[in-house]
C-alpha cells in the first residue's frame, strides 16, 4: 500500500535511509553519491530517491523543516520497511566550540518541539541515537579523518525565536546546538524499534543571520554525507 505523504509502496524503500531536511540536498546527493538512484516520490517536494552505495541499496528521502513533517515520514518510512535512518542536516551552533561547517554527531536530543510532546503527553522522555548508528558515525568520521563533535543537540520549532542568550543557557548544559527534526526522528524509530541517528553541520551561530559562506557550508555537508554513507555500509555488514 502506498503511503498518504511518502507515495511508495514496500520494496520501494531502502532498509538503509539518509534524511536531509531539504529535497536540494536529497537529489544532490541521490545524484552525486549514489549509484543507480532513481526518484520513488515528489509528492509534496518530499523527494525521495533510491540507489545504492558501494553496493548496499540506500534510500534519501527528504523530511522537509520542522518536527510535523518528519514525524509523518518517520512514521511512513517505518511502515514501508526502513530500518536504519541517519538524518543528514544543519544545524545553528550554540557554541564556539562549534564552528563553521563542522559535523555535530547528536548521542540525543533536547525536545523543545510540540510533536514529541503531543506523542508523549507530557510524560518525560530523552529522545535519544541509537548507540550503534553513534558508533558506526565516529569511527567513520575517524577513519575519513573528518573532525567531529559528538554530543547533546536540542530540537526546536520556532527558528526564528532562537536568541544568543538562549543557545548559551543551553550550551552551558552541553547542547552543542540547534536543528529542528532530530527528536521527532528518534522518538518515533523507537516506538517502532528501527535504529536512528542524526549527524548535522554547522550552518550559522544561533541568532547570527550571517550564514556560513556556501562554500565552506558545502564542505562540511559533503563530509557528513561522506560519513553517514560510510557508517550505513558499517551497519549494513558491509
Ligand atoms: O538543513 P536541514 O536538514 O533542513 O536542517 C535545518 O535547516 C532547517 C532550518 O533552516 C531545519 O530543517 C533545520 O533542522
Ligand atoms: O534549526 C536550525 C538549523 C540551522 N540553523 C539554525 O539556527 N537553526
Redesign the pocket.
Known sequence: MTQIHVRARPGDVAESVLLPGDPNRARRIAEEYLEGATLYTEHRQLLGFTGTYRGVPVSVQTTGMGCPSAAIVTEELARLGAQTLIRVG???GATPVVKPADLVVATASVPNDGTTRQFLGGAPYAPAASFEVVEAAVRAARKLGVPHHVGLVMTEDA?YA?TPEHAWLWASRGVLG???EASAIFLVAAQHGLRAGCLTAC??D?GDPQLVPDDVLAGGVDRMIRVALDAIVTLAGG
Open positions: 544543519t544545524l545553528g527558528f532562537s540547534f536543528e529542528m550552518s550559522n544561533i
